[in-house]
């Protein structure tokens, strides 16, 4: 069985610790923690939990992001969201809760970057590392919230008393992901300190795909070359469809490819991906506990399952035919399963926030982008994920290549685009992807025949903010029509 490793410190000064950080931060001194190695450590696992929340990136955040997709349909609660004209209450609730979680750990990587440069039995390179990690944890939610939301209330160690704060500009919000993440790079260390937590690549990689949504190609191509050069990461080998699962199956521990995940385990009652229960139905075998089916697609009536080449083992691997009452062409999704789950909260399974692969097509369409075309470099990049999705040896030329000269600027974007599609289905990464390329409103009329609403690009600005938070106007500082 896989073991958690975020977690290893005692129950009950977790549990301690937690309501502490969470209900009042002053009452931990600097004298009295933060003081020594463990008790940093400690303080920065507490930022995790709030992440892997099941109303946060444990579940909510990824069956939010993945009904707006191109090859899939929300059902259940999730269905208004089909139409893309924003979201209704329910979901807009849901959305406040990944914005309260993530604040719950912003603040907790706060007190962190409070108290670290004040322990006293914390060396000089102690205290750059924690603090780095620290960053890199604020950096990448912040990142994260800048995609979702836009500009957002930027909370740090310099006015962590201040209830009151102003919305910031979504430039702003990059420009502070972007200096907390420069500083993980620098302070990180070359190796994690926990099987799950930030290191120097991981810092790259994140840095990567955020000079790629701000339109930094040349940096963004630099940085991924960084990760792709260290020669730390490889592919892991597929053959048949089934070989997925030594990525995203329930039992790994890690793998070559693995960069930055939230590691999750069957391990107590509450430490498993809750999204898993999400994708399947009561009685496919696929979950332990059933499922909530909350998303399908079908093989004949949506564009892109319909497209895709039956020979590709991604696709074999990531769907199953399940009748939910739709007809026998309906699929669910196969990425994120554990038969051996007994609760909706127990899955092994892991999410894969950063993978080498991710890196390989971050760096073929920044390489293309910077050339104005791509070069021979490029076009191998995503030859090599491809390749792999065939059953073929990722370092070697195969039937499947793309070849250089098919493809201008646009297309060889347009292929990336694609390919990023199927490696990265039921990730949560697919309607970033289109808003990012700015084809969302193209791409769902062509595929789903339904009108994207402004109001459907960003998520509001939960109540419980606008209510409390004195420094926010309801009208100027709320997102478009809501």
Same mark, same amino acid.
């Given at each position: 069985?896989?073991?958690?490793?975020?977690?290893?410190?005692?129950?009950?000064?977790?549990?301690?610790?937690?309501?502490?950080?969470?209900?009042?931060?002053?009452?931990?001194?600097?004298?009295?923690?933060?003081?020594?190695?463990?008790?940093?450590?400690?303080?920065?696992?507490?930022?995790?939990?709030?992440?892997?929340?099941?109303?946060?990136?444990?579940?909510?955040?990824?069956?939010?992001?993945?009904?707006?997709? +191109?090859?899939?349909? !929300?059902?259940?609660?999730?269905?208004?969201?089909?139409?893309?004209?924003?979201?209704?209450?329910?979901?807009?609730?849901?959305?406040?809760?990944?914005?309260?979680?993530?604040?719950?750990?912003?603040?907790?990587?706060?007190?962190?970057?409070?108290?670290?440069?004040?322990?006293?039995?914390?060396?000089?390179?102690?205290?750059?590392?924690?603090?780095?990690?620290?960053?890199?944890?604020?950096?990448?939610?912040?990142?994260?919230?800048?995609?979702?939301?836009?500009?957002?209330?930027?909370?740090?160690?310099?006015?962590?008393?201040?209830?009151?704060?102003?919305?910031?500009?979504?430039?702003?919000?990059?420009?502070?992901?972007?200096?907390?993440?420069?500083?993980?790079?620098?302070?990180?260390?070359?190796?994690?300190?926990?099987?799950?937590?930030?290191?120097?690549?991981?810092?790259?990689?994140?840095?990567?795909?955020?000079?790629?949504?701000?339109?930094?190609?040349?940096?963004?191509?630099?940085?991924?070359?960084?990760?792709?050069?260290?020669?730390?990461?490889?592919?892991?080998?597929?053959?048949?469809?089934?070989?997925?699962?030594?990525?995203?199956?329930?039992?790994?521990?890690?793998?070559?490819?693995?960069?930055?995940?939230?590691?999750?385990?069957?391990? !107590?009652?509450?430490?498993?991906?809750?999204?898993?229960?999400?994708?399947?139905?009561? !009685?496919?075998?696929?979950?332990?506990?059933?499922?909530?089916?909350?998303?399908?697609?079908?093989?004949?009536?949506?564009?892109?399952?319909?497209?895709?080449?039956?020979?590709?083992?991604?696709?074999?691997?990531?769907?199953?035919?399940?009748?939910?009452?739709?007809?026998?062409?309906?699929?669910?999704?196969?990425?994120?399963?554990?038969?051996?789950?007994?609760?909706?909260?127990?899955?092994?399974?892991?999410?894969?926030?950063?993978?080498?692969?991710?890196?390989?097509?971050?760096?073929?369409?920044?390489?293309?982008?910077?050339?104005?075309?791509?070069?021979?470099?490029?076009?191998?990049?995503?030859?090599?994920?491809?390749?792999?999705?065939?059953?073929?040896?990722?370092?070697?030329?195969?039937?499947?290549?793309?070849?250089?000269?098919?493809?201008?600027?646009?297309?060889?974007?347009?292929?990336?685009?694609?390919?990023?599609?199927?490696?990265?289905?039921?990730?949560?990464?697919?309607?970033?992807?289109?808003?990012?390329?700015?084809?969302?409103?193209?791409?769902?009329?062509?595929?789903?025949?339904?009108?994207?609403? +402004?109001?459907?690009?960003?998520?509001?600005?939960?109540?419980?903010?606008?209510?409390?938070?004195?420094?926010?106007?309801?009208?100027?500082?709320?997102?478009?029509?809501?």
């Amino acid at each position: 069985m896989k073991k958690i490793t975020v977690y290893l410190l005692p129950i009950i000064i977790l549990a301690a610790c937690s309501k502490e950080l969470e209900e009042n931060p002053k009452a931990i001194a600097a004298e009295t923690f933060y003081n020594t190695p463990s008790e940093v450590e400690a303080g920065l696992n507490a930022i995790y939990i709030p992440l892997k929340d099941p109303n946060c990136m444990g579940s909510l955040y990824q069956a939010q992001l993945e009904t707006y997709g +191109d090859y899939i349909w !929300g059902r259940g609660s999730y269905t208004p969201l089909n139409d893309y004209a924003g979201l209704d209450n329910t979901n807009a609730t849901r959305a406040g809760q990944i914005w309260q979680l993530f604040y719950r750990a912003i603040n907790n990587a706060n007190i962190c970057l409070q108290k670290i440069p004040l322990g006293s039995n914390l060396t000089d390179a102690d205290k750059l590392k924690y603090q780095a990690e620290a960053r890199f944890l604020r950096g990448l939610i912040y990142y994260t919230m800048a995609r979702n939301w836009g500009g957002v209330i930027l909370r740090t160690e310099a006015n962590i008393d201040s209830v009151n704060v102003g919305r910031s500009s979504a430039a702003d919000t990059y420009a502070q992901a972007l200096s907390d993440l420069q500083f993980a790079e620098t302070n990180l260390p070359a190796t994690a300190r926990l099987t799950g937590a930030p290191y120097v690549l991981a810092a790259k990689a994140v840095l990567a795909e955020l000079y790629l949504v701000t339109e930094q190609w040349q940096n963004a191509r630099d940085k991924a070359k960084e990760v792709i050069e260290s020669g730390k990461f490889s592919l892991v080998p597929v053959t048949v469809p089934g070989d997925f699962d030594k990525i995203f199956g329930p039992e790994v521990v890690t793998t070559t490819e693995e960069i930055f995940y939230l590691k999750f385990s069957r391990q !107590g009652a509450n430490y498993g991906f809750t999204y898993a229960m999400f994708e399947h139905a009561p !009685g496919d075998g696929h979950h332990g506990a059933g499922g909530y089916y909350a998303h399908y697609t079908d093989t004949v009536l949506n564009p892109v399952m319909k497209a895709w080449d039956n020979a590709d083992l991604r696709k074999q691997y990531n769907w199953y035919p399940w009748n939910i009452g739709l007809g026998a062409n309906t699929l669910l999704p196969n990425k994120f399963s554990d038969p051996a789950a007994t609760n909706a909260n127990n899955a092994g399974n892991d999410f894969p926030w950063y993978k080498y692969s991710d890196i390989l097509l971050y760096y073929a369409e920044a390489e293309s982008r910077v050339n104005n075309g791509p070069d021979a470099a490029a076009v191998d990049a995503v030859n090599q994920v491809r390749r792999r999705a065939y059953g073929y040896a990722s370092s070697s030329a195969s039937p499947v290549d793309y070849n250089q000269a098919d493809f201008n600027a646009q297309s060889f974007i347009d292929v990336v685009a694609k390919e990023r599609n199927y490696e990265t289905c039921n990730e949560a990464k697919r309607w970033l992807d289109l808003r990012r390329l700015g084809t969302v409103k193209q791409v769902i009329q062509a595929v789903k025949g339904k009108t994207v609403a +402004d109001k459907m690009l960003l998520w509001p600005v939960p109540t419980i903010e606008m209510t409390y938070n004195t420094s926010l106007d309801p009208v100027k500082d709320q997102n478009p029509g809501y």
